[in-house]
């Protein structure tokens, strides 16, 4: 890590503006925003007859997956140079397959989807990036994963209140192609460089061995996360809730998820990493155990809310763990990438263990994707390497 003269840790390379940081910050915002949008606009393209209900599971995966794999590969392959035209290029061909969703239906539009994550996985490059770089990149996750929840939270709103309710899913998607066209224009306002990393032990742009496990843990973490909440609502009718009950839930946890992002922005660099996920693991074993119990609305309304703080509060904590893993910082840079995929396939495999009247088996595979990742992450920290990366 770069430290200024007093000690202090420094930027790698040049300290990007304030108008710069707020361009990469809007392009990842906009990069990830169709994570917090999905259920609605795919939705309503099956309400309109438009998709089936396996489809929209298709079209859901397709579009995460594609993202965590190019985010994954540029942040291994490509050189951090030219970003204001690779930005400007993203956004405007997301804003074009935004567009082109308008005239799909059926498998078309998980092909559509698909495409899409192309170019919102070069966005979320573009912000991992600086990230990286930062001195202390914990606390720039935590902004980051703040600014995208609640951006997600108000567009979301704005498409159920206004945009989708009158103009249907074709609003929608095309609202998300204005907002796209206008990360492009962004991207612009960024740097148009970053530093180039240090090699690791690996070759070429690749993490090291230590790194790739770290990302490993990474994504169990998501992939346990994801999973457990994507069944959430099956738990909830399980339970003997009323519809309402889950409703209330989503809004509950995504405040608290806003919440817990803005809290790690302040405890970031001030708690010490390891501890931390560690008491966040604990606490999530037992929300576990409260969401296989069945519990009555209440018990599950507080659920779902601690839920979602920890969701984003732990989030930054696993960005100093990787450093550590790896200090070249070559597998934080495939950070996003392992977490999409988590988030991705996790609920994939959660459901080849539930079955239409008993959803708890996601929760057994969320509690054990969780503690593989907990001893992956004791096992790197406890376990230095032998020569640290020059």
Not at 185 to 206: E, F, I, M, S, T
Not at 252 to 263: K, T, W
Not at 361 to 376: D, E, N, Q
Not at 379 to 388: E, K, M, T
Request: one cysteine or more; aromatic letters at 8%.
């Amino acid at each position: 890590m770069a430290h200024t003269a007093s000690g202090s840790p420094a930027w790698i390379g040049p300290r990007p503006s304030l108008l710069e940081a707020a361009s990469v910050m809007y392009v990842g915002v906009v990069g990830i925003m169709i994570a917090g949008v999905q259920p609605l606009l795919l939705g309503a393209l099956q309400a309109e007859g438009r998709l089936t209900a396996a489809q929209l599971g298709h079209a859901a995966t397709g579009e995460l997956l594609t993202m965590g794999i190019v985010a994954g590969l540029a942040g291994g392959l490509l050189k951090a140079e030219r970003l204001r035209w690779i930005g400007l290029f993203a956004g405007l061909a997301l804003a074009a397959i935004d567009a082109a969703t308008l005239k799909t239906s059926g498998e078309v539009v998980t092909l559509a989807r698909a495409a899409a994550g192309i170019p919102s996985g070069v966005l979320l490059w573009i912000t991992i990036g600086m990230i990286t770089r930062a001195p202390r990149p914990e606390r720039w996750s935590g902004v980051y994963l703040t600014l995208q929840t609640l951006a997600q939270f108000l567009v979301s709103l704005w498409l159920t209140g206004i945009i989708v309710a009158r103009y249907g899913a074709n609003g929608g998607f095309l609202a998300l192609a204005a907002i796209s066209a206008l990360a492009g224009l962004a991207a612009l306002a960024g740097p148009d460089r970053y530093v180039p990393l240090a090699h690791a032990n690996g070759p070429g742009g690749l993490p090291s061995a230590r790194g790739a496990v770290a990302l490993a843990a990474c994504f169990l973490f998501l992939a346990f996360i994801v999973a457990v909440w994507v069944y959430a609502e099956p738990l909830s009718h399980q339970a003997g809730h009323g519809p309402q009950v889950f409703g209330y839930a989503v809004s509950i946890s995504l405040i608290c998820q806003v919440a817990g992002g803005a809290a790690a922005t302040v405890l970031a660099g001030r708690l010490p990493w390891f501890w931390t996920v560690l008491a966040c693991a604990i606490a999530d074993l037992v929300l576990l155990a409260l969401f296989a119990s069945l519990p009555g609305p209440g018990v599950f309304l507080l659920a779902s809310g601690v839920f979602g703080f920890i969701w984003l509060f732990v989030l930054p904590f696993l960005v100093p763990m990787v450093i550590e893993a790896d200090p070249s910082r070559r597998a934080a840079m495939l950070l996003s990438g392992a977490q999409l995929l988590g988030g991705s396939l996790g609920p994939l495999m959660a459901s080849l263990v539930v079955s239409d009247v008993d959803a708890r088996g996601a929760v057994a595979f969320g509690a054990a994707s969780l503690v593989v990742a907990v001893v992956i992450v004791a096992g790197l920290h406890l376990r230095p390497p032998r020569h640290a990366i020059p």
